[in-house]
């Protein structure tokens, strides 16, 4: 697993955890999905493959990563989902929706934030890339830029994140959306356990 990508999301959260005063204390974050912060690989696995069109990638599953093919989310075919666990502990789930054409992507992009801040409430980071649903407005994405994240504080110990990240194809000249909900504590064990 790259910890770089878990360094670089530290930090951004880090820069912006004052802003998290500011988030309804009411709202939490317990999991992705059905899944629980701190499911056991046995139960993910059971409680994924109960889920319509998706199936286990077994060549790319390895006792950190999970990946499953297929599936829906927020009403959007999904190409994988991958999620990530520590000492056999659940932290960290993406979905990822690929090769997504240039006509429809932002369409798609508006979709997707718009559902998850009718759940959550409005990020409390924004950066809203595009101003207009054109496509000349996605030339400039050249690497993985964050749109939007949520952030929750659970019972006043965990905090959680969803991001949204859009990225490039290059090889299809198509783009792509990320979404990932992470429990920050369990990263922080993460990235603590090799250092």
């Known amino acids: 697993m790259n910890k770089f990508i878990f360094l670089l999301l530290l930090f951004s959260f880090s820069l912006t955890s004052q802003r998290l005063v500011a988030q309804d204390p009411e709202k939490t974050l317990d999991g992705f999905l059905d899944l629980k912060w701190g499911d056991n690989s046995e139960t993910v696995k059971r409680k994924m493959l109960k889920r319509v069109g998706i199936d286990v990638d077994w060549k790319r599953s390895n006792k950190e990563e999970m990946f499953f093919n297929g599936g829906m989310f927020a009403g959007e075919k999904v190409n994988q989902f991958v999620i990530r666990f520590h000492d056999d502990r ?8 690929d090769d997504i054409k240039c006509e429809d992507f932002i369409h798609k992009l508006w979709s997707i934030k718009s559902a998850i801040s009718e759940k959550y409430g409005e990020p409390y980071v924004d950066e ?8 000349h407005e ?3 994405i050249n690497r993985e830029t964050v749109e939007a994240e949520w952030a929750f504080i659970n019972k006043g110990k965990d905090t959680c994140l969803i991001l949204l990240d859009v990225f490039p194809i290059q090889k299809y000249a198509d783009y792509g959306l990320k979404l990932s909900y992470q429990n920050m504590r369990i990263v922080n064990e993460y990235l603590k356990k090799d250092f």
């Open 90 to 97: 659940f932290f960290a789930g993406m979905v990822f929706l």
């Open 128 to 135: 809203r890339l595009f101003k207009s649903d054109s496509c």
């Open 138 to 140: 996605l030339y400039h």
